[in-house]
């Protein structure tokens, strides 16, 4: 059954494998930058763990042109499937092109509602934090995200040319909660 793990080293060999089947692509909602993303090395899953955590810690400011966000493992039967983080507000790159929560669901797990699921339960950790509606984005021409969006009450507000940010036509959705 699909759930959400904290990220956690505890999961290493799972995340590894994870990330291994992405082949080095880019992972919305993991949280590692492009260039780290064919790294599954230990000391990499460590410094994402404890990135992770900062993130998470209101207390910490977050560093400039970012957000308080909470980054989890989508998890399924205890194995990590994906990723999913809930930012906890927006920037101007998050309201135009990255919204408020960003998701992934390795190759192999895809069709299998994973990310419905996961996208649901984060709905909830964004309730938890009081937020009233979220912004989930995603490219015009991914017609599984649209109908994961959609089906958690996902409402298009349009379609935007984001070139400027270095992106595509990007469909932009909200989530009244």
């Not at 692509?25 to 260039?35: F, K, R, V």
């Not at 092109?97 to 895809?110: E, L, N, Q, T």
């Not at 069709?111 to 989930?136: F, K, N």
Request: glycine share 10%; aromatic share 6%; charged share 25%.
């Amino acid at each position: 059954m699909t759930g959400l793990a904290a990220p956690t080293i505890d999961l290493y060999d799972s995340w590894a494998a994870c990330v291994a089947e992405f082949g080095g692509a880019h992972l919305d909602g993991a949280g590692i930058p492009d260039e780290e993303a064919a790294d599954v090395s230990r000391e990499a899953c460590e410094r994402l763990v404890a990135k992770a955590a900062r993130e998470r810690d209101l207390a910490v400011p977050p560093p400039a042109g970012r957000v308080h966000a909470s980054s989890f493992w989508i998890t399924d039967d205890g194995e990590v499937v994906g990723f999913i983080q809930l930012r906890h507000a927006l920037n101007e790159f998050l309201e135009n092109v990255g919204g408020h929560i960003g998701y992934s669901v390795k190759p192999s797990a895809r069709r299998q509602g994973h990310a419905r699921r996961a996208l649901g339960l984060v709905l909830d950790e964004a309730r938890g934090l009081g937020l009233e509606r979220v912004l989930i984005t995603c490219d015009e021409d991914n017609a599984a995200s649209a109908r994961t969006i959609e089906s958690q009450g996902g409402e298009l507000q349009d379609v935007i040319d984001a070139a400027a940010y270095g992106y595509g036509p990007t469909r932009r959705y909200w989530v009244k909660l």
